[in-house]
């Protein structure tokens, strides 16, 4: 198993709170993913990080923000959670850009109320 | 009309059947082709990976890829209740950091 790890793996919170959610990895890989998994659309890309302090926007990245300061660190951070936002996000990396495959950790559980 | 198209199933089989898994693209620029494979409550698991187009074997399992025709399949032999899960087809543009587009996944059950 690539050595990916979430946390927390569940957490419910209340609409209008802050929210951070954490992908440590341990593969020293330069890309890493966030996603959000829905019913009905599937694994869809939030953000993602090309190296420390280098991170660009997905297709739904409004009201997330994302921090690398570390290789082995990416950050997801819900500034105002909104129950649109309940969720299971995954985090995923790749050794690099050039069309490699991911490798994805096991989730978090979020619901806001 | 979204770029990945993938039926929903469910799609349930008995044990022992060969299954047939699809996934259909309207981008020509997707050019490398996955197949992941979730059970419930964990994270996708990668089976396959694939550029050109034909055929790649791995144990039980084939990914099927046509450029031409924009459609990519994975067929699993001697199917086994292990199988049960949910398959996802996922696509990567050139150039792109290697994002991955994927489709919304089939559920397989194999029954005994």
């Known amino acids: 198993d690539a050595g990916i790890t979430q946390s927390p793996r569940h957490k419910v919170t209340e609409t209008g709170t802050p929210v951070t959610l954490r992908c440590h990895q341990t593969?020293?890989?330069?890309?890493m993913y966030w996603y959000r998994q829905d019913p009905g659309h599937g694994l869809r890309l939030i953000h993602y990080s090309y190296g420390v302090k280098d991170t660009d926007k997905g297709e739904v990245s409004d009201g997330y923000s994302v921090s690398r300061s570390k290789t082995e660190d990416f950050l997801l951070t819900l500034e105002s959670a909104t129950s649109s936002q309940t969720s299971v996000y995954f985090c995923a990396i790749s050794e690099n850009g050039s069309n490699q495959p991911q490798h994805f950790g096991d989730g978090t559980r979020l619901s806001i109320l | 009309q979204k770029e990945v198209e993938q039926d929903p199933g469910p799609l349930s089989v008995p044990e022992g059947a060969i299954v047939s898994l699809n996934c259909t693209y309207s981008?020509?620029?997707?050019?490398?082709f996955m197949w992941y494979r979730q059970y419930s409550r964990k994270g996708p698991e990668l089976l396959m990976y694939t550029y050109s187009s034909g055929n790649k074997e791995d144990g039980r399992f084939t990914a099927q890829v046509d450029k031409s025709s924009k459609y990519i399949s994975l067929f699993i032999r001697d199917s086994q209740p292990s199988d049960s899960a949910t398959y996802l087809c996922a696509m990567i543009h050139t150039g792109t950091a290697s994002k991955l587009t994927f489709g919304t996944g089939t559920r397989l059950q194999v029954t005994l």
């Open positions: 593969e020293n890989h330069r890309y």
């Open positions: 981008n020509s620029a997707f050019q490398y």
